[in-house]
């Protein structure tokens, strides 16, 4: 594995001075040390209706992700933690996959593949979460594919200590009638590079993508999500919100792509963020690509402080500075976070998002 | 007479530099309703708005005093905490606050302490019965995509949960059909009793229908020209203002 730099590049370039064609060098994928990245200590439970496969399952091979094929190959071939699953039937359970980085397994660097059957439906969590100092490294390529009439969700927690750096690349195909969603959470790390690309290439393929960030002090963001539309019908939906704090750095990349053979196909974005800082710096570049006429495509963003309107009718209501402040930061997080399946995770992550939001003096 | 609850002195109030309440006094008791009306434009809503402590709103002379303390400069987070409450014209949408946690987390900060969940649960579904408001609307976030007569519901809702010693209802009625106001009346009657009190600011006589109103003020000319009994209303529904207005000077509530 050597260091990959170019990462989450934009799908078509514009000026370089925009900063916005790909994510910085100083977010580059790290080269695996000559010795190996160690020991994980990583887990999984299976839920009723999910197996696991010894080889990767040929379907969810030559997909690429919003990182690129560079990373994804990097973390496929230097991968210390491999694991394929197959969905068969309908699932009401969860299936699990944990990570912990911590001072004898600083590092992380998974390969998961996911291939649902035809007509099955089944939950994932992958929870990354660290001890409180290790600077380790957590990288992950998941790659799914939904065959006609599949169901997947797959909700990723990350809540890693502010030294780790945080590279998550997923890859999606969603056959006739499927339908992925992807639950994101980033709310950890130093470096977070996280992109996910879905291909709709077969009639009525959908594909959500519900995304939250947190970040603080001089932490570097960067986001890159492409859904492709070439089948008829398909459906895309992207909507990502943040709270960003101090230095912190973010960029969202977000692009639906309504390519040829893709009539009818629907496909929105959005992104909402909660600035802080004066100091943040915060880029967005939301792109919408037609080589199809009858699709629809829409995004919208919205960026700034808490709105002085809002904060004064929750004054009205008896509410202080502070609390209108941490209910208008748990308003951008409960979309999603009410996405969560388990409901002790769902509490540990807001605990977790609390604790940084008061350790950075946004609250408390 | 028993202690006011809102005395308001010889009250300015600006805007952008711009004035528009001067030499305003008004006084309510615990048990009173008083309406406010007016031509628009005349400061209706800055009345309301100076006395909830928008901060958008410059107090440049006189004094807001509530249940006997001074809250000329405290914030409107205190003051709604000292039982002052707004219903809104336009309140605002708040995506990711269901209706229900809203009003929980209000609810906690006025009384000081977090309400028991399945207690609130059940007064709430009460109260939403009361408003013919689906109990689906309290998972609903607040406001969002509620249609303007539910938005004002929402608004009674906040008033019966939260049962403030001064409710000010800003035209409430304001775009709601017939049925929805009368519904709304019902809720405002509700709430009130002898231990608290209403200013409702209204260009609309059926929202009181079912009240025992006791002052009708008349705002002109940057503070209140004229002070009657509820025979105004029908008066001014009839006539309009400026018979009224001809030749009135100062007066309080």
Redesign the interface.
């Known amino acids: 594995m050597t260091t990959t730099e170019i990462l989450n590049a934009l799908p078509v370039t514009t000026w370089n001075h925009l900063r916005v064609n790909s994510a910085p060098k100083e977010a580059a994928l790290p080269e695996r040390p000559e010795t190996g990245w160690g020991a994980t200590n990583t887990a999984y439970e299976l839920s009723e209706g999910v197996r696991c496969t010894a080889l990767l399952p040929q379907e969810c091979t030559g997909l690429e992700s919003g990182l690129g094929e560079a990373a994804d190959l990097s973390i496929h071939t230097g991968a210390n933690f491999s694991r394929f699953f197959r969905a068969e039937g309908e699932s009401s359970g969860i299936t699990y996959l944990r990570e912990r980085l911590d001072a004898e397994h600083p590092n992380a660097v998974t390969h998961t593949a996911i291939h649902a059957k035809s007509g099955s439906k089944s939950t994932f969590v992958q929870l990354i979460q660290s001890d409180a100092e290790t600077a380790g490294i957590s990288a992950s390529l998941t790659r799914i594919a939904a065959e006609p009439g599949a169901e997947v969700t797959l909700v990723q927690l990350q809540l890693l200590n502010p030294n780790c750096k945080r590279y998550n690349a997923v890859s999606v195909k969603a056959a006739r009638d499927a339908h992925v969603r992807i639950v994101r959470a980033e709310l950890g790390g130093s470096v977070v590079v996280a992109g996910a690309r879905a291909l709709l290439d077969r009639t009525g393929g959908a594909f959500d993508l519900d995304a939250i960030y947190y970040g603080d002090g001089d932490s570097i963001l960067d986001f890159n999500d492409v859904a492709v539309h070439t089948g008829r019908d398909t459906h895309s939906e992207m909507h990502h919100a943040g709270v960003l704090a101090d230095r912190c750095r973010k960029t969202l990349r977000g692009t639906i792509d309504f390519r040829r053979g893709a009539a009818h196909a629907v496909g929105h974005e959005s992104e909402d963020v909660l600035l802080f800082s004066p100091e943040v710096r915060h880029r967005a570049a939301p792109l919408i690509l037609c080589t199809e006429e009858n699709v629809e495509g829409q995004h919208a963003a919205s960026a700034g402080r808490l709105?002085?309107?809002?904060l004064?009718?929750?004054?009205?209501?008896?509410?202080?500075?502070q609390?209108?402040k941490r209910?208008?930061v748990?308003?951008?997080?409960?979309?999603v976070l009410d996405k969560i399946p388990d409901e002790a995770l769902r509490d540990r992550t807001r605990e977790t998002l609390e604790r940084r939001l008061e350790h950075a003096q946004i609250l408390g | 007479m028993s202690q006011a609850l809102l005395h308001v002195r010889d009250l300015k109030v600006a805007v952008e530099e711009k004035t528009i309440l001067d030499g305003l006094n008004l006084t309510i008791h615990p048990g009173e309703i008083h309406v406010l009306m007016g031509p628009n434009g005349a400061g209706k809503s800055t009345l309301a708005a100076a006395i909830m402590g928008d901060p958008r709103y410059t107090i440049q002379g006189g004094t807001i005093e509530f249940d006997g303390e001074d809250l000329t400069d405290k914030a409107a987070d205190v003051r709604a905490r000292k039982g002052i409450f707004l219903s809104f014209q336009a309140p605002q949408e708040i995506p990711g606050v269901s209706l229900e946690s809203f009003l929980r987390t209000a609810l906690g900060a006025v009384q000081g302490k977090q309400p028991k969940v399945m207690a609130f649960r059940r007064a709430l579904a009460e109260k939403m019965e009361l408003l013919n408001m689906d109990s689906a609307y309290s998972e609903r976030y607040l406001n969002v995509g509620f249609s303007g007569g539910e938005k004002k519901k929402a608004e009674i809702l906040q008033l019966l949960t939260l049962q403030p010693k001064l409710a000010m209802l800003d035209e409430t009625d304001s775009g709601l059909d017939v049925d929805a106001v009368k519904t709304v009346a019902a809720g405002i009657k509700a709430y009130h009793n002898e231990n608290n009190a209403l200013l409702i600011i209204t260009h609309n006589a059926k929202i009181l229908e079912g009240l025992d109103v006791n002052y009708v003020h008349v705002l002109d000319d940057h503070h209140i020209a004229h002070t009657g009994g509820p025979e105004l209303i029908e008066q001014i529904t009839t006539g309009g203002f400026a018979g009224i207005l001809e030749g009135e000077d100062d007066h309080g509530g």
Request: hydrophobic fraction near 40%; proline fraction near 8%; glycine fraction near 4%.
């Open positions: 709105d002085e309107n809002v004064y009718y929750l004054a009205s209501r008896g509410l202080d500075p609390q209108a209910l208008m748990d308003a951008r997080f409960a979309p």
